[in-house]
């Protein structure tokens, strides 16, 4: 088949008239790709974004035909595939990252420390490490194919894209964002930030597209043990972060090989997040 994209989790085929994202178990931290794998892990995120993409369609639309591999051309019924691919449309896709963070943590904690804003954006004073923000923030970034994504402020967004589309952008994030965020606090899972990623259909309709409100999107924080004022357990890659961080890793490649236990609790971070979000047992 013909493959048209790698990144640091999905490879990307042409098969036609539509596309088949395929979700491996690779993982990334720090814009770098880990030498281990992570069981199960593709499978997991294929299947959290599927839920999303049926929760959230009367919002805005989504690229998303099939995740049934009876639906995927013949190469893709192979049982390495199975779980893990996902049949969409083809789009022109949009260079912004679409981030929204509805809790004051991470990089926008250390911003908000320095100069009392995240990417320009002035926020209340007194605010705490992890605190809730009064409302949700649209902060987004650049698309970088390689190295870093960069802040860019609304303004020039709309110089991208223009102002109209700039303005849907920023709207059906927040909103999308807000919808899900709701319901995930219901069942026990707070949605301290995530991003978005959206395409244009040959109509020019705005539609949603790669991967939505996954552990590797998005930051999650079980419920019951939230507390403000400090940095939070997480069922998303945080703890593998953390382990990175304390090897003294220069975040530069060749990342550190991980050792079978920070493998086993990530994986099981990833299994508890599905099954807390969908009800269903991976």
Known sequence: ???????????????????VLVTSDRVSAFDVVLPNIIPHKGEILNQIS???????????PNHMISIDNADMPEEFQGEEFQGRCMLVKKLKMLPIECIVRGYITGSGWESYKKNGSVCGIT???????????PNPIYTPTTKAVEGHDEPISFEQTADLVGEALATQLKEKSIEIYSTCAEY?????????DTKFEFGLDEDGNLVLADEVLTPDSSRFWPADKYVVGKSQTSYDKQYLRDWLKSTGWDKQPPAPEL????????????????????????
């Open 259 to 282: 050792p079978d236990v920070v493998v086993d609790v990530t994986c099981a971070k990833y299994v508890e997040a599905y099954e807390a979000l969908t009800g269903l047992t991976f």
């Open 123 to 133: 926020l209340p004073e007194g605010l705490l490490e992890s605190e809730k923000l």
């Open 50 to 60: 599927a839920f999303w993409f049926y929760y959230t369609d009367w919002i805005v």
């Open 184 to 192: 995930a606090r219901e069942k026990g899972i707070i949605i301290a």
């Open 1 to 19: 088949m013909k493959q048209i994209g790698k990144g640091k989790v999905r490879d990307i085929y042409d098969v036609g008239d539509e596309l």
